[in-house]
């Protein structure tokens, strides 16, 4: 056989190789397999025992306390929360989750856009929001995409809450989303030197006072202007 015989046989042995590549069926992607769910139950627990004990302790409270408040072992914390900023983290994220469906729910059940609005304030109210405000300003990743989302989503919603009520007359127009929620994290805030069990039987109160105050027709003049979701992260957050 001459070279270019030879060539072109090769050739043709090459392209049938890649022909039966082609038609060879296509290996099966790979699966990575699901949690188990005593896994996810597991993992839940131990996210309500942090958010239970950031409450009534604060942030630092011991990790092998939260893991034997959730019925878990210490390996079993560690394993799906290796940093303390990532169980911090997975707080706040279920925290502002549950609070959103809060405001959904209102949203949904209620007739009347005004006790919508207080309906959602009493339950952000029940979730301690301010004796958690503190982890804030833990060390971990405040920008992280889920907890980027999951405040959209928050803010969305109670907005949408907000503008029903202001839309309908229900509620004063010189009232902004931010002053609701400073007035739900500051009443929600333990005094210092007071257990947060104990301040359970003025928050409601005290909340409906503020609640009072936000109905039309508008009883007073207030100083300032309203106060958006975006004041408080440009200015009252960054000290201004």
Request: glycine content about 6%; some cysteine.
């Amino acid at each position: 056989m001459s070279p270019a015989e030879t060539a072109v046989a090769g050739a043709l042995a090459d392209a049938d190789t890649v022909a039966d590549a082609l038609a060879a069926p296509a290996a099966p992607a790979r699966r990575m397999p699901r949690p188990r769910a005593d896994a996810l139950r597991n993992r839940e627990r131990i996210v309500t025992a942090a958010r239970e004990m950031f409450v009534e302790f604060g942030a630092q409270v011991p990790l092998d306390e939260i893991a034997r408040r959730a019925g878990v072992g210490n390996a079993t914390l560690y394993r799906n929360f290796p940093e303390r900023a990532d169980l911090v983290r997975e707080v706040v994220l279920s925290l502002t989750a549950r609070i959103t469906e809060r405001a959904h729910e209102a949203a949904e059940e209620e007739s009347d856009p005004f006790v919508a609005l207080r309906r959602f304030t009493h339950a952000a109210a029940d979730e301690r929001v301010g004796a958690l405000c503190p982890m804030l300003d833990g060390d971990f990743d405040k920008h992280h995409p889920d907890l980027l989302a999951e405040r959209s989503r928050l803010e969305e919603a109670v907005q949408g809450l907000v503008d029903r009520a202001q839309a309908a007359g229900r509620m004063r127009t010189d009232v902004g989303v931010g002053d609701l929620m400073v007035a739900v994290s500051q009443l929600t805030r333990p005094l210092p030197g007071t257990a947060c069990l104990n301040m359970d039987r003025f928050v409601h109160r005290h909340l409906q006072l503020f609640l009072d105050g936000l109905e039309t027709p508008a009883r007073s003049e207030l100083p300032g202007s309203a106060a958006t979701l975006e004041t408080l992260r440009s200015e009252i957050c960054a000290g201004r």
